[in-house]
């Protein structure tokens, strides 16, 4: 067992996501006296800040982001009173010194959080290594983007490597941080029910649908270098299908539940030159509609031409015993109609319906796992419609519903980063991406993208809020599969 850091080091303090996110969640473990009792936060960035400035900056962040109702007065100025912030420049060596002399001694455990450009992450790890705030009771949180391909990744590891070894090195995937995602071990470990179901006998397809609204919000620099495959399939989408995919592991800890999903993502048969042009869609949405609104174009948004996607569709298999045979459609996209992140598993059909040929037709049963915006588990199975029937028994679709928010209204849902932070503070790496499990999806990932490259795929327009371009419904018609929007 781990002991808890005493001191925690923000880098990108002053981002939008540590607005959003990072601060809000340290604010709401810190309310909750979820936090380390002395826990002193040292915030880092590049902004001319100082401890009462940062504060003042902090304060309105935190009004901002966190629901009025979970902020007082008195837990808002506990929790300022932790804050200190240092300027760094990371290319500058004399900021890792005087970052040290802030953060003092390491040695009853420091834990840093760090979020930096790609260009910029060498030099933060040597300048920490060079500034003593590496050594054994160090760990490090590393929040995306990790590299954009296996060779930069490999880059990146590796120069965290030379300074941290794997057991201090927490990769951040936030979606491991979301409760349902974790809910997803809880329904497939926690229940005999599925078990002897959940296998190429007893499901016939599975989809993972992870669609957005949003457009490029802003994030011109880092998006059109990344696309929807780098920027969501290679990470969250792959965690999602791993979860689902993977062995039972033989308990809950970091080490087996990580071994198995890295199974899994090694098992992912690769889509390559090959079978890209029948395995993959990309798309790109042009002007039109979202939530009411008219909304422009990507290329409008981002100003000047560009090949990069903001949609993409997979038809994926595992090469395994357990799934020889089913296949797992992924769908992924920016300004589609609706934000609905699910997990929807097919059964198979029941091997002879009694029922034939009274005009009752049996739907297979579905398990849907939604984890945003609404969180709930909801199977799909036949039932009889109530009535004498006199001209045969009428049946229907009928759900089972589990809906999390009533089911426990008295939990507060949680921001996945309040999890994540609270474990990287306390030293439990289940929920954290381990090295092999990363290159095993870039391995996969390099594999689509170059595929696209050589056939010289290029994405298909799609009116902003519909679900993509019409190959993508091709896709999985083409199977007699319908997507579940
Ligand atoms: C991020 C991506 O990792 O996840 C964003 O970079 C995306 O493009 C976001 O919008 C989605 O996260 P969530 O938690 O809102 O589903």
Redesign the pocket.
Known sequence: MTAPSEKLLLFGATGDLSQRMLLPSLYGLAAEELLPAGLAIVATARSAHDDTSFRAFADQALRRFVPGERLTEEALASFLGRLRYVPVDASNESDFAALAEVVGSTEKGLSIFLSTAPSLFSATIDGLAKAGLAGEGVRIGLE?PLGYDMASSRQINDAVARVFPEHRIFRID?YLGKETVQNLLALRFANSLFEPLWRAGGIDHVQIT?S?T?GLEGRVGFYDGAGAIR??VQN?MLQLLALVAMEPPSRYDSTAVRDEKVKVLRSLRPIDRTNANSHSVIGQYGAGAVAGGAVPGYIDELGKPSDTETFVALKAHIDNWRWRGVPFYLRTGKRLPSRQ?EIFIQFKSVPHSIFDGRGAVLQPNKLIIRL?PDENVRLLMMSKVPGLDREGMRLREMPLDISLPNAFADTRRRIAYERLLLDLIEGDQTLFVRRDEVEAQWEWIDGIRDGWAANAMKPKTYTAGTWGPSAAIALTERDGVTWHD
């Open positions: 995306k936030h992870v957005e949003v920027d969501m969250h992140s945003q």
